[in-house]
C-alpha cells in the first residue's frame, strides 16, 4: 500500500509542483516509530536551492489539496513532512544520477558487493545509460549497473 499511496500522492500533486516551478525529488510513504510519514522532497528547478518561504508556500498547498480530496488518498492518520532532499540528497532514481552529473559535485556510492577491492567509491558520474553509470574516481573508473548500488548521495563540498 505505501508504495501506491506515495505514487497516487505524487500524481495528485504534480499541477502543484508545476505552478510553482519546483521539482518533485522523491515521495514516500512509510511506518516510522509506529506512525505513518507521508515525505515529500522538493527542490527548485535549474540546481537552485529551495528557501523556507518557498516549502511553506508549497506545505500549505499541499495541505489544501490532501483536506479537499474525497475519498481519501489516505484516510488513516499520518504526519506530512516536506522537505528539502538536502546538499546530500539520496540518488534513488536513474534521473537523479542525471541531475547530479550536471551538478558537477561528487557522489558518494556504496555497493552491496565491493567493487575493485572496496564497497564505498568517491567520484564524479562520467556516463550514465539506463543501466547505471561510470564513476570516475581519484584513482581509477568504476563501472556499475544501478541495482549494484546499495546507496549513493551527493557529495556537496562547502
Known sequence: MANKVAQEI????????????????????????????????????NHEFITMDDITTFTQA??????TIEPDPIPEAYMLDISS??????????????????????ILVAFFVAKNGQKKWQGKIET????????????????????????AVLDTQF
Not at 499541499?62 to 483536506?67: Q, R, T
Open 62 to 67: 499541499v495541505n489544501e489539496l490532501l483536506d
Open 85 to 106: 532532499p538536502g546538499a546530500d540528497r539520496p540518488l534513488i532514481r536513474p534521473w537523479h544520477y542525471e541531475w547530479a552529473k550536471a551538478s558537477g559535485e561528487n
Open 128 to 151: 550514465i545509460d539506463d543501466k547505471g553509470i561510470t564513476l570516475t574516481t581519484s584513482s581509477e573508473t568504476i563501472v556499475c549497473t544501478f541495482d549494484e548500488i546499495a546507496k
Open 10 to 45: 505524487s500524481t495528485l500533486i504534480e499541477p502543484l509542483i508545476n505552478a510553482q516551478q519546483l521539482l518533485l525529488w522523491d515521495v514516500s510513504y512509510t511506518k516510522e516509530g509506529g506512525q505513518k510519514v507521508l515525505r515529500i522532497l522538493i527542490d527548485k528547478r
